[in-house]
């Protein structure tokens, strides 16, 4: 799923040189304060390149790991966070960066900074997160920084897969969720078909117009996902939407197969 800074909305060189500069004090401030996925992405940045060494740093980040306060985040174009995008809290474009802790929570976005800064993986902070398992994810961050063993997270593998970074249970509820009537994802297509072909309505024909709209990919992911060489064009968003609901408790991974069963 193509990503780029320069998706970024709002990003300009002024605040990513402006970023650089700010201290460990102030990016634990701003990490408390933030509130669009640009911001979220220079305080992020700005740690790696700069704080990563910084064992008081980390030490002050596994302190927010269980501050649950919650941030509407804006301009979150391109981001792809599977629970927020089934909430309808993030419009699913059709592509993006997957990230899976909730960058909508400070401890979601503590967890962040300090697995990129680490390259350490404890488990992902999520907006179903409890109290309870936010405390253990701590705890492990705790002992790693203080140079005690620790057990790393083994996220579930999807051998097989085309596109592992959304194979995911979770990912296709979000797939199917963004797949629905959605007034803000007809105004991004047609923005796009005005913008790139000078269309107002989706030709007829099939063409490279189609990917203006979101839900091409979508249909895309979820054939994959279900076995389906391609997308058989009756399985409509209503029909995902039972198939869904009948059979979310009985889907797994094939890995001989590489796509998800109905297991009966």
């Given at each position: 799923?193509?990503?780029?800074?320069?998706?970024?909305?709002?990003?300009?060189?002024?605040?990513?040189?402006?970023?650089?500069?700010?201290?460990?004090?102030?990016?634990?401030?701003?990490?408390?304060?933030?509130?669009?996925?640009?911001?979220?992405?220079?305080?992020?940045?700005?740690?790696?390149?700069?704080?990563?060494?910084?064992?008081?740093?980390?030490?002050?980040?596994?302190?927010?790991?269980?501050?649950?306060?919650?941030?509407?985040?804006?301009?979150?174009?391109?981001?792809?966070?599977?629970?927020?995008?089934?909430?309808?809290?993030?419009?699913?474009?059709?592509?993006?960066?997957?990230?899976?802790?909730?960058?909508?929570?400070?401890?979601?976005?503590?967890?962040?900074?300090?697995?990129?800064?680490?390259?350490?993986?404890?488990?992902?902070?999520?907006?179903?997160?409890?109290?309870?398992?936010?405390?253990?994810?701590?705890?492990?961050?705790?002992?790693?920084?203080?140079?005690?063993?620790?057990d790393e997270y083994r996220p579930a593998e999807f051998k097989g897969s085309a596109i592992p970074e959304a194979s995911?249970?979770?990912?296709?509820?979000?797939?199917?969720?963004?797949?629905?009537?959605?007034?803000?994802?007809?105004?991004?297509?047609?923005?796009?078909?005005?913008?790139?072909?000078?269309?107002?309505?989706?030709?007829?024909?099939?063409?490279?117009?189609?990917?203006?709209?979101?839900?091409?990919?979508?249909?895309?992911?979820?054939?994959?996902?279900?076995?389906?060489?391609?997308?058989?064009?009756?399985?409509?968003?209503?029909?995902?939407?039972?198939?869904?609901?009948?059979?979310?408790?009985?889907?797994?991974?094939?890995?001989?197969?590489?796509?998800?069963?109905?297991?009966?």
């Amino acid at each position: 799923m193509s990503w780029g800074q320069q998706t970024i909305e709002g990003l300009t060189e002024e605040k990513f040189n402006a970023a650089q500069k700010l201290s460990a004090e102030q990016l634990l401030s701003k990490n408390i304060t933030d509130a669009s996925w640009c911001e979220i992405f220079l305080t992020l940045n700005s740690s790696i390149n700069n704080q990563s060494k910084n064992s008081e740093y980390l030490k002050a980040l596994t302190g927010q790991i269980t501050n649950k306060a919650i941030t509407s985040i804006e301009g979150t174009s391109k981001l792809i966070i599977w629970e927020r995008i089934t909430s309808g809290e993030i419009l699913f474009e059709g592509k993006g960066l997957v990230v899976e802790n909730d960058l909508f929570s400070v401890a979601g976005r503590a967890n962040q900074l300090l697995q990129n800064m680490t390259k350490k993986n404890f488990g992902y902070v999520t907006s179903s997160s409890t109290d309870d398992d936010l405390k253990i994810i701590q705890n492990k961050w705790v002992k790693f920084i203080s140079n005690q063993p620790v057990d790393e997270y083994r996220p579930a593998e999807f051998k097989g897969s085309a596109i592992p970074e959304a194979s995911s249970l979770k990912a296709i509820e979000a797939l199917i969720i963004s797949i629905q009537n959605n007034p803000k994802k007809d105004a991004l297509t047609k923005k796009c078909l005005q913008k790139i072909y000078k269309l107002d309505e989706m030709p007829k024909e099939k063409g490279p117009a189609l990917y203006c709209s979101p839900d091409t990919h979508s249909y895309a992911y979820l054939s994959m996902l279900l076995g389906d060489k391609k997308r058989d064009e009756t399985k409509d968003a209503l029909w995902w939407k039972k198939f869904w609901d009948e059979n979310h408790g009985k889907l797994a991974w094939d890995n001989e197969k590489g796509f998800y069963i109905v297991a009966k």
